[in-house]
């Protein structure tokens, strides 16, 4: 017996529109999910935006406080789409009124957020989804069960990249994503927590790591309006950045591995190459989001000159078989966002966990203010288990 559920979105910019389509979406690939998502309300601050977004997917209402979402006897479930700096409250708020919530990363500004939300979830015995999409990829899936499987051997060494451009323009407006206050330590939150979830995902915990920033946008133009994801800001007011443009990071493993991580805004040229390569004792995965499908693997007993094989992962890798019925056929990165919608909606009906969670989220922010800490002191963190 399908179940319906009453679903609202707070922050309708980029995420609050991809979580919005893959509500609609996730029963058209995961039929059998007891639970169809509805679209109950919306929240934006900005005015007409909410409306806009009712008007176009369908929610039954449209808000401006995000409170009142809170006290909404209809929602069910909620997801948290606002800024990094809001995730706290809103994420405590709801769970302290018995909403489910599927909450964007990094989940708030600090480890100490995090756990709050973390804390606040546990607390009220609701579900909590957070969204580390990369992970969801299959051919990701596929990698960990190459790893886990002995097929490269033991793990020596990883390297994680996300390098991207999105930040790069010198008329980027400074919106929230470049203020301590509002968007945190900047690329940490905004790449390297997908960074970080991706090498505990794939290798385990992170035991201690040493990090580098830096900013190489100094100043940016102050928007004359509302923004949404990266609108320019030609002309404005220039205002100082105050959070890093890029991070580099070594982390050694719990399980001896050791790594690099790198994660950038400002990447000219880079257009989201985000991707990892992790070696073993008798082979290698390598992995670029930019070829979703494709999985680079090496394994074998040549040590030397082993070569490596592109596969197209298919129906057996993840959730692939929810979305195209054989191999090389391409997803895109909603689809993702649909995988994680049905963990999501998933971990709701069956009350136990599915995918990432607000714990992989604290695990994610605590390597964050690690490497903060590091890249202030020049000293080795390690990290609290
Ligand atoms: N998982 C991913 O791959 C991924 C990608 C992009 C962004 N994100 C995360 O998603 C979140 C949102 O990012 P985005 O790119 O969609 O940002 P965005 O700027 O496009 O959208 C944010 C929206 O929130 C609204 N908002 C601001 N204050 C509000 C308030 N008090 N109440 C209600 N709405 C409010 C804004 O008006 C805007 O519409 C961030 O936490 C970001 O880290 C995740």
């Known amino acids: 017996m399908v179940r319906t559920l009453g679903v609202a979105v707070v922050g309708f910019g980029w995420m609050g529109r991809v979580h919005t389509q893959a509500y609609a979406r996730v029963l058209h690939h995961f039929p059998d999910l007891p639970l169809r998502p509805e679209p109950v309300t919306v929240a934006d601050e900005v005015p007409g935006r909410a409306e806009e977004a009712a008007e176009r997917y369908g929610f039954a209402t449209a808000v401006r406080d995000w409170r009142e979402i809170a006290t909404d006897p209809r929602v069910g479930a909620v997801s948290i789409t606002a800024p990094n700096f809001l995730h706290r409250e809103i994420g405590v708020a709801m769970a302290e009124a018995g909403?489910?919530?599927?909450?964007?990363?990094?989940?708030?500004?600090?480890?100490?957020d995090a756990r709050a939300v973390s804390g606040a979830v546990a607390e009220?015995?609701?579900?909590?989804?957070?969204?580390f999409n990369y992970r969801n990829a299959p051919a990701v899936m596929a990698a960990r069960e190459l790893i886990t499987a002995g097929e490269i051997g033991e793990v020596t060494h990883v390297r994680i990249r996300l390098l991207s451009d999105y930040a790069a323009h010198?008329?980027?407006?400074?919106?929230?994503?470049?203020?301590?206050?509002?968007?945190?330590?900047g690329v940490l939150g905004d790449l390297a927590s997908h960074g970080v979830d991706l090498a505990r995902f794939l290798v385990g915990e992170i035991e201690a790591l040493t990090a580098d920033t830096a900013v190489f946008v100094p100043l940016r133009a102050r928007p004359a309006g509302a923004t949404?994801?990266?609108t320019r800001a030609a002309g404005g007011e220039p205002a100082p950045v105050e959070n890093e443009d890029y991070v580099t990071c070594l982390l050694r493993f719990a399980s001896g591995a050791r790594g690099v991580l790198e994660a950038?805004?400002?990447?000219?040229?880079?257009?989201?190459?985000?991707?990892?390569?992790?070696?073993g004792t008798t082979g290698a995965v390598f992995w670029d989001f930019r070829r979703m499908g494709e999985l680079g693997v090496s394994r074998g007993t040549s040590y030397q000159?082993?070569?490596?094989?592109?596969?197209?992962?298919?129906?057996g890798a993840g959730d692939f078989a929810a979305f195209q019925p054989g191999a090389a056929n391409p997803m895109g990165y909603d689809d993702l966002k649909v995988v994680e919608a049905h963990a999501f909606l998933r971990s709701i009906a069956d009350d136990r966990p599915y995918g990432a969670t607000p714990a992989d989220a604290v695990r994610s922010a605590t390597a964050l203010d690690a490497m903060a800490r590091s890249a202030a002191s020049g000293a080795w963190v390690t990290l609290e288990s």
């Open 264 to 279: 950038c805004r400002v990447s000219v040229g880079e257009q989201n190459n985000y991707g990892f390569e992790i070696h």
């Open 170 to 185: 010198p008329e980027g407006a400074l919106t929230w994503r470049y203020e301590r206050e509002r968007g945190g330590s």
């Open 305 to 315: 000159d082993q070569p490596v094989s592109t596969v197209y992962v298919g129906p």
């Open 99 to 112: 909403k489910h919530i599927w909450i964007e990363k990094p989940v708030g500004l600090t480890a100490d």
């Open 228 to 230: 949404a994801g990266h």
């Open 124 to 131: 009220a015995g609701v579900r909590g989804a957070v969204g």
